[in-house]
């Protein structure tokens, strides 16, 4: 398996213009993760999904940010419009459902770095 | 909520040994995991412990006390590749994953 895969690896944008950030998740995995990495905050959950359903989406930071899964294999996080304050990595995970492995961990795509000038 | 704590540095020699503890207050847990984070590098699993004990897997071993919210990552043999973000995770009951800040450990020659 490929792993799970994100694109773009870089995003710079101006403020104000809208950011799609892309993931697909190891085929298989029922969960999947949003985070946000910055110096300041760490790692910080975003939102989550099983099956495709959003089940967490507390750490949404405000409105200007979005999440969907349109399906098992594709989900998209969307920051309309952007500020530079956004400006982070951003990484997707995901996880098997527990009982098909001894564990839930979560394995990481090589994360989308956001610059917003 | 989750409340995680761990130093935020720490320096070791080639070929010594380090111990990175972790604290945690929560308020449902499923286990708590390690990560190592290379610098501009997506997180990678190291260890997950749910019961108390010590795991060990080749040079990296982690311990879990539950009652008393404890943790640590022991790293024997250092290597100067063992320079990276170490950061602890705990699994509440819905499978979210709280993270420490991480510690950043340095491999001296």
């Known amino acids: 398996d490929a792993g799970v895969i994100q694109s773009p690896r870089h995003e710079v944008t101006e403020m104000g213009q809208e950011v799609t950030l892309r993931c697909k998740p190891i085929s298989g995995h029922d969960y999947l993760f949003w985070y946000r990495q910055t110096m300041m905050r760490g790692l910080e959950l975003l939102i989550y999904f099983n099956n495709n359903v959003p089940i967490d989406d507390s750490g949404m930071p405000e409105d200007r940010f979005s999440a969907k899964m349109p399906n098992a294999s594709f989900s998209t996080l969307k920051i309309q419009p952007s500020e530079p304050r956004d400006s982070a990595v951003y990484f997707c995970?995901?996880?098997?459902?527990?009982?098909?492995?001894?564990?839930?961990?979560?394995?990481f795509g090589p994360g989308t770095r956001l610059t917003v000038l | 909520g989750q409340n995680i704590d761990q130093p935020t540095e720490m320096t070791a020699t080639e070929g010594a040994i380090v111990q990175i503890n972790c604290t945690y207050q929560t308020s449902g847990f499923n286990g708590l995991f390690w990560y190592q984070q290379h610098a501009g590098e997506a997180p990678t699993f190291l260890s997950y412990n749910v019961l108390d004990g010590l795991e060990e897997k080749g040079r990296f071993s982690s311990f879990l006390s539950r009652s008393k919210g404890y943790s640590y990552l022991l790293l024997k043999e250092l290597q100067m590749k063992d320079s990276a973000s170490y950061l602890c995770a705990v699994s509440s009951n819905d499978y979210k994953l709280s993270f420490g800040a991480g510690t950043t450990v340095t491999v001296r020659a």
């Open positions: 995970a995901s996880s098997p459902t527990p009982g098909q492995s001894s564990y839930n961990e979560q394995f």
